[in-house]
């Protein structure tokens, strides 16, 4: 008797947790596999995390705006500015369709992707500025961002 009462009390007990739980609200972005380029023009704005290698420390929502132009053809001229931080400016060609860019320079990087939901953008990735020291790659300051346009 005691035993089907625990377990009367153990199967109320799961299904009262389970009806509190809530879903959660799942946002619709989904990477921009058939963008055209002109998609990714445009400016972006938000926030992210900031990284000094100098002073090893990270500072959280750091303003953040990303102007992506396309001067020509499939080049495009990605111009950041981390408020009070980073200003830097970035310029490849754009040879396919893909959600994701990257350029990799002798001093910094920029990893992007653009996701889309109905007629809204996002642009996340991360910015990095380094150095080399003795064959080691060492990162002076890096940004990484979830921005929208």
């Given at each position: 008797?005691?035993?089907?009462?625990?377990?009367?009390?153990?199967?109320?007990?799961?299904?009262?947790?389970?009806?509190?739980?809530?879903?959660?609200?799942?946002?619709?972005?989904?990477?921009?596999?058939?963008?055209?380029?002109?998609?990714?023009v445009g400016e972006f704005v938000g926030v992210g995390d900031y990284y000094s290698g100098s002073l090893d420390e990270t500072e959280y929502?750091?303003?953040?705006?990303?102007s992506i132009e396309n001067p020509s053809g499939k080049v495009?001229?990605?111009?950041?500015v981390v408020e009070n931080k980073i200003?830097?400016?970035?310029?490849?060609?754009?040879?396919?369709?893909?959600?994701?860019?990257r350029i990799n320079g002798s001093s910094k990087s920029i990893d992007i992707n653009l996701s889309k939901n109905n007629n809204n953008y996002k642009l996340s990735g991360?910015?990095?500025?380094?150095?080399?020291?003795?064959?080691?790659?060492k990162i002076d300051q890096s940004i990484s961002f979830d921005i929208f346009r």
């Amino acid at each position: 008797m005691v035993i089907r009462f625990s377990f009367v009390i153990f199967i109320y007990s799961f299904l009262a947790t389970l009806s509190s739980c809530q879903k959660e609200s799942t946002d619709n972005w989904s990477f921009c596999a058939e963008c055209d380029i002109s998609e990714w023009v445009g400016e972006f704005v938000g926030v992210g995390d900031y990284y000094s290698g100098s002073l090893d420390e990270t500072e959280y929502d750091v303003p953040v705006s990303i102007s992506i132009e396309n001067p020509s053809g499939k080049v495009l001229k990605i111009i950041a500015v981390v408020e009070n931080k980073i200003s830097t400016t970035f310029t490849s060609t754009k040879n396919d369709n893909t959600y994701y860019f990257r350029i990799n320079g002798s001093s910094k990087s920029i990893d992007i992707n653009l996701s889309k939901n109905n007629n809204n953008y996002k642009l996340s990735g991360t910015i990095k500025l380094f150095h080399f020291e003795n064959d080691i790659l060492k990162i002076d300051q890096s940004i990484s961002f979830d921005i929208f346009r």
